[in-house]
Antibody, heavy 116, light 108 residues
Framework: QVQLQESGPGLVKPSETVSITCSVIDGSVSSFYWSWIRQSPGKTLEWIGYISYSGITKYNPSLKSRVAMSVDTSMNQFSLKLTSVTAADSAVYYC??????????WGQGTRVTVSS | DIQMTQSPSSLSASVGDRVTLTCRASQSIGRYLNWYQQKPGKAPKALIYAVSSLQSGVPSRFSGSGSGTEFTLTINGLRPEDFATYYCQQSYIDTTFTFGGGTKVEVK
């Protein structure tokens, strides 16, 4: 059973860039597509975008100008960068694996707080 | 974006009850509809994909139905571990994937 493990900075200052990595454990990043999804406190879930093992990406248009995703097959992980963050970007960020047009495996999430 | 609307936003039920949750899409999404369960402080857990297919390991008391714009998730014989928030999500081709606002199933 594949496991996903996010790692992030926890606290980021406004206008800075947040980088989060998702490690794929007991599975290979070199298959499937991989997504980032976030959840602001008390809110619903928001899909940020996905990346394939070969580097194909698709981003949510609402975040597209600030998002970049990458995949590192040698490290068996993929990453999210979100630039020019504001308080509205404070959320729990999840990585997840695509399977049959859904997400069948999720990481436990990493909380990002944007504050000076 | 395709808007997903869930109703009710919350409901109270007892162990053993049959519970039905509804999800409506702002346009037809065929059968590109998935359901997730989330407990406080935890990541969402995949329950159902493509309207009615159970994810591996999901108990058969969960079932899904619908097509087009209206979908339901039914829990037959609610168990204590089923009290949680349930989200629907559409994955229609070439769209921005979106979630509903969630339905919280609480103890009556």
């Amino acid at each position: 059973q594949v496991q996903l493990q996010e790692s992030g900075p926890g606290l980021v200052k406004p206008s800075e860039t947040v980088s989060i990595t998702c490690s794929v454990i007991d599975g290979s990043v070199s298959s499937f597509y991989w997504s980032w999804i976030r959840q602001s406190p008390g809110k619903t879930l928001e899909w940020i975008g996905y990346i394939s093992y070969s580097g194909i990406t698709k981003y949510n248009p609402s975040l597209k100008s600030r998002v970049a995703m990458s995949v590192d097959t040698s490290m068996n992980q993929f990453s999210l960068k979100l630039t020019s963050v504001t308080a509205a970007d404070s959320a729990v960020y999840y990585c997840a694996r695509h399977w049959s047009s859904s997400w069948d495996s999720w990481g436990q999430g990493t909380r990002v707080t944007v504050s000076s | 974006d395709i808007q997903m609307t869930q109703s009710p936003s919350s409901l109270s039920a007892s162990v053993g009850d049959r519970v039905t949750l509804t999800c409506r899409a702002s346009q037809s999404i065929g059968r590109y509809l998935n359901w997730y369960q989330q407990k406080p402080g935890k990541a969402p857990k995949a329950l159902i994909y493509a309207v009615s297919s159970l994810q591996s390991g999901v108990p058969s008391r969960f079932s899904g139905s619908g097509s087009g714009t209206e979908f339901t998730l039914t829990i037959n014989g609610l168990r204590p571990e089923d009290f949680a928030t349930y989200y629907c999500q559409q994955s229609y081709i070439d769209t921005t994937f979106t979630f509903g606002g969630g339905t919280k199933v609480e103890v009556k």
